[in-house]
């Protein structure tokens, strides 16, 4: 079996089976961000800085900083530009929602690597 096949191969057995390796990226809003558990949830942070364009009318402002988004066990979600949101999974991926802002994780699987920190009932 070629190399490009035995990766497929084994790509498609670990989404199959609904396993991320713990060294899994996850991608929203063409950003790349890294997984970390614990006891309190879930921890998102981008692996490169976020630009984004901050509105508040003549204050308006632009940030460019490493992002982190907090997705707690209670279902509650927190971003530091954006506040507290909610955030729930199905089986189209899982999404963040804030008062004004959305971030979407199509096709992907929150799975910790000490399945003992994995959140259950955060269903949309």
């Known amino acids: 079996m070629k190399q490009s096949s ?3 191969v084994t790509a ?9 390796p713990a060294s899994a990226q996850y991608i929203a809003d063409n950003h790349s ?7 309190s949830g879930y921890q998102l942070k981008s692996k490169y800085p976020v630009s984004r364009f901050v509105e508040a009318g003549a204050n308006s402002s632009t940030t460019e900083a490493i992002e982190t988004i907090y997705l707690g066990k209670s279902c509650d979600a927190q971003h530091k530009l954006f506040g507290k949101g ?3 999974w199905a089986n189209g991926g899982f999404t963040v929602e804030f008062a004004k802002n959305s971030i979407g994780f199509p096709r992907q699987e929150l799975a910790c690597s000490n399945p003992a920190f994995d959140i259950d009932g955060c269903g949309c």
């Open 6 to 8: 035995r990766m497929l």
């Open 12 to 20: 498609a057995a670990l989404f199959a089976g609904g396993v991320l």
């Open 33 to 39: 961000w890294n997984l970390t558990c614990n006891a």
């Open 86 to 88: 909610k955030w729930c």
